[in-house]
């Protein structure tokens, strides 16, 4: 099944559960973004799944409502379950994600109400022996940015905002929107932007005055979320290319333990010295990682990488002789 209908699918149903009374297709229409045929068939199909959705009788116009005789059973989850759950939960980088982490901790005090006395203090324990951080305060924007944006992408139509990029640079873009990432705590969107002629990134907290467009979109058959985001250490997406790096000392012996990507290749290895060749997508990203570790990071190839990396160390260094001089 593909992730547009489930998604669709999720809206109905929690528009459904919204209302006591239920939706007209007509409502559900506005407050998703889908079609009204597409609507009806999906209703249908959560029906034949086992959804307690009904068809008001005797109302113009239809009104679809969840059974009200029937009660959702409570998730049978034994004790190990729900600590699997706990653990996934308060481990995931989603639970520091403004968008999930409100819903995510309502549903641990859910899963935690099914059990007896003993047991929720066992849980709330085994929460302590794990830490996070709380997720920084975000304005409601961002969340109807988001609720417009999985419309979009549910139905298939472009996206028109005006983004102002972290250099205060000021565009309006037309994007296909192909999905939502999540990485580091923040949210950001894919698609294919027409301004660029090009797949980009945006940070959705960047987008303003966001319009839904009736202008259908088709993503391209040889399209691959998976293999362009690989090709990356996080959310960006300049021209690709692989770097030659050396890291000598505790930067050595730490990305022996945990890789610095993926898809590495390691060319060169010793108790205190690693060589390693990495794919990345424009030199900021980069150049960031090396600028990271200072002496103990070295750029071996490209000589493009090498010069950016030593230009950013020579202003850095700029800055303190001027202040040494003042001084």
Known sequence: MRVAQLTRQWMVLR???????????????????????TLRRDIYKLQDAGFPIEKVEGEIPVRFRFDPGQKLPQLPFDFTE??????????????????YHI?????????????????KGYLGRFRQAYTHRQPAPRSGDIFSACNILQKQITVGDQIRFRYTNL?????????????????DGESYLLGYCHLRQDCRIFR???????KPL?????VASDF????????????????PGFAILR????????????PLHPNQKILELSEDQLLVEVPYRGLHEISEIVLRYGPDAEVVSPESLREHVAGKLQETLSKYQQIQSEN
């Open 204 to 210: 959705v907290d960047c987008l303003q005055e966001l």
């Open 247 to 258: 890291f000598e000392g505790v930067a050595a012996r730490y990305f022996q333990r945990s």
């Open 214 to 218: 009736e202008e259908s979109f088709q």
């Open 167 to 183: 250099k205060g640079e000021e565009t309006v873009r037309t994007v296909d929107p192909y999905f939502i990432h999540l990485h």
């Open 103 to 119: 819903h995510l901790e309502q549903a641990l005090y859910k899963i935690q109400d099914v059990f007896s006395e003993e047991v």
């Open 82 to 99: 729900a600590l699997a759950l706990y653990h996934a939960t308060i481990s995931s980088p989603l639970f520091e994600n403004p968008l």
């Open 224 to 239: 691959d979320s998976y293999q362009l985001l690989q090709t990356s250490f996080g959310v960006h997406l300049g021209a």
């Open 15 to 37: 528009e459904l559960t919204m209302s006591r009374r239920g939706r007209t297709i007509i409502q559900l229409t506005r407050e998703t973004g889908v079609h009204d045929r």
